[in-house]
């Protein structure tokens, strides 16, 4: 199965907005609301930021937001800060009892 | 708090056999899947397999079918990956981690690197 198609990069200014979109098929990303974003910063560890579609874990900033449409699941940060700088990667479940991610998605504060 | 260690990368000769470990803490380590994911140098994530809580539930990735095997052992708190017929595109950091469609906890990895 070929990756999620994610952007390679997106940039944005301290404070903006930005989205990541992350897509796929009817057999993961439109089947199930198993989508999670993961924030990797550089030889760290990825690190969970949404789970099942919307759901940000405990200690993850409220500026992080999820949701999907059809295929297509985006990733929202909201007032954006130097820290927010990193990769990230969607994944979802698929219809073969497998997990999908994205190719990733190369955040640049600007 | 939860921890994964992982254990066992190193400089293999393609062709050749490698087998990881993962040691759990801070979790009942029996009431969770495990899943193995890798990292090539400088690309994205790639899931590997995963397994479920008991071991009677394994799925691995195509790309890896018939060369690795996922394994745990409740009684010691460990998930293994045993890699054989290792080929130089399995290069990458592999980390276990908690959980398949939700993951919240991941280990530091470990390098695995297949020379020619």
């Known amino acids: 199965q070929s990756a999620l198609t994610q952007p390679a990069s997106v940039s944005g200014s301290p404070g903006q907005s930005i989205t990541i979109s992350c897509t796929g098929a009817?057999?993961?990303?439109?089947?199930?609301?198993?989508v999670s974003w993961y924030q990797q910063r550089p030889g760290k560890a990825p690190k969970l930021m949404i789970y099942?579609?919307?759901i940000r874990p405990s200690g993850v900033s409220n500026r992080f937001s999820g949701s999907k449409s059809g295929n297509t699941a985006s990733l929202t940060i909201s007032g954006l800060q130097a820290e927010d700088e990193a990769d990230y990667y969607c994944?979802?479940?698929?219809?073969?009892?497998?997990?999908?991610f994205g190719g990733g998605t190369k955040l640049t504060v600007l | 708090q939860v921890q994964l260690v992982e254990s066992g990368g190193a400089v293999v000769k393609s062709g050749g056999s490698l087998r990881l470990s993962c040691t759990a803490s801070?979790?009942?380590?029996?009431?969770?899947?495990m899943s193995w994911i890798r990292q090539a140098p400088g690309k994205g994530l790639e899931w590997v397999s995963y397994i479920g809580g008991s071991g009677s539930i394994i799925y691995h990735a195509d790309s890896v079918k018939g060369r690795f095997t996922i394994s745990r052992d409740n009684a010691k708190n460990s998930l293994y990956l045993q890699m054989n017929s290792l080929r130089a595109e399995d290069t990458a950091v592999y980390y276990c981690?908690?959980?398949?469609?939700?993951?919240?906890?991941w280990g530091q990895g470990t390098l695995v690197t297949v020379s020619s």
């Open positions: 981690a908690r959980g398949v469609e939700t993951i919240p906890h």
């Open positions: 994944s979802s479940y698929t219809s073969t009892n497998t997990l999908l």
């Open positions: 009817t057999t993961d990303v439109g089947a199930y609301d198993y």
């Open positions: 801070g979790f009942s380590f029996s009431d969770y899947y």
């Open positions: 099942d579609v919307s």
